[in-house]
Every structure is written in C-alpha cells, then in structure tokens.
C-alpha cells in the first residue's frame, strides 16, 4: 500500500509495466466511468497526481509518467473495478500504445463535437 484514505487507495501492481507502476482505486466499487460519482473520480485523479510526483521525486528516477484507465472491455479494461494506472516511464522501456492516427475532416470533427455538447444540454455529462 502506497497511499489510503477514506476514499481511495493506492497500491502497486502485481503485474507492472515499470518498476513503480501503482493503481489507484476507489475504496467503493465502481465498474466504470459511469459507475463513479464525479467526486470520487476528481479524488482519483488527484490522488494520481500526486502519486506522479511522488514517483518522479522518488528514487526511482522515472523519465515521465503515463495515467491510463480503460472504460470497457474493448478500451482494455480487463479488472472491472474502476481504477486509474500511474505508470512511471523511462527511455527505452519497450511500453507503448500505438494507433493508427488520421486526421479526421473538420467537419466531421465539429459533428461530433455538436453531439458531445447535446449530451451534455441532456445531462448526460452529469451526476
């Protein structure tokens, strides 16, 4: 255990990507970004925060950080409890994620960014 408090806790992974890699995850179950209340996910992220710059102060001497979640079996999740992946990196460590980038049509972009913006009118963005 890294880091706990009423909210979350913050432990290493069993199976890491790099030496230091840690999870943080709320003490109550949450399968999902939409299983978790906005407040525990902004304590997340900010327990993640500082759990970035504990690891860069650290000994361990990382050369930067990823924060990784995956919402959904088809976005990698594999754990089905909400969790947020602080993964120290450093040059050369064979980690990547790789995509085949394109860039999309402006248009098309601002389609889409119109329907993010109607969900959100809807409330679907909220609590």
């Given amino acids: 255990m ?3 408090d009423e909210t979350v806790v913050a432990f290493m992974d ?9 999870l943080v995850v709320p003490r109550e179950h949450a399968v999902g970004l939409a ?6 996910s902004a304590h997340v ?15 361990l001497r990382c050369d930067g950080i990823n924060a990784f979640l995956a919402d959904g079996e088809v976005a990698g999740q594999e754990v089905f409890h909400f969790h947020l992946h602080v993964i120290p990196r450093y040059a050369g460590d064979g ?6 980038w394109k860039q999309r049509e402006r248009a098309l972009l601002d389609d889409d960014a119109e329907e993010i ?3 959100l009118a809807r ?3 909220r609590d």
Avoid: C, I
């Fill in 2 to 4: 890294v880091y706990e």
């Fill in 14 to 22: 069993l199976n890491p990507v790099t030496p230091g890699h840690l």
């Fill in 35 to 40: 299983d978790v209340d906005a407040a525990t």
């Fill in 45 to 59: 992220w900010s327990v993640g925060h500082q759990m970035a710059r504990a690891l860069r102060r650290s000994s």
């Fill in 95 to 100: 980690f990547s994620m790789t995509a085949d």
């Fill in 117 to 119: 913006k109607e969900a």
């Fill in 123 to 125: 409330g679907l963005g």
